[in-house]
Nanobody, 124 residues
Framework: QVQLVESGGGFVQAGGSLRLSCVAS????????MGWFRQAPGKEREFVAT????????NYADSVKGRFTISRDNTKNTGYLQMNSLKPEDTAVYYC?????????????????WGQGTQVTVSS
């Protein structure tokens, strides 16, 4: 079992930045791929970014490419999502997830463990 806890969400004006953290406990986190997803009110959960176990491979949704950066520190069992140039359409609950594979994927169904989410609200 892996437990994931997100933090760092909040209220920010358009153009601002936030850094989300995802702390893992339980089984080792360092060997697994992880991802960030988000869900806005009335919408389905969507892929944001993913990273391989080593951090050597990353992938982003087109909507956040160039603005968001995913990273991880396996010594701290923590993943991060740096979000810059935030837009009102980025408003959502953000979830981190990890899976029993060294690679990441944009498919939410491929993840085995999920956090409870952290709210990000971007005002115009």
């Amino acid at each position: 079992q892996v437990q994931l806890v997100e933090s760092g969400g909040g209220f920010v004006q358009a153009g601002g930045s936030l850094r989300l953290s995802c702390v893992a406990s339980g089984r080792t986190f360092s060997g697994y791929g992880m991802g960030w997803f988000r869900q806005a009110p009335g919408k389905e959960r969507e892929f944001v970014a993913t990273i391989s176990w080593s951090g050597g491979s990353t992938n982003y949704a087109d909507s956040v490419k160039g603005r968001f950066t995913i990273s991880r520190d396996n010594t701290k069992n923590t993943g991060y999502l740096q979000m810059n140039s935030l837009k009102p359409e980025d408003t959502a609950v953000y979830y981190c997830a990890t899976r029993m594979s060294r690679t990441g994927t944009s498919r939410s169904a491929s993840y085995d463990y999920w956090g409870q989410g952290t709210q990000v609200t971007v005002s115009s």
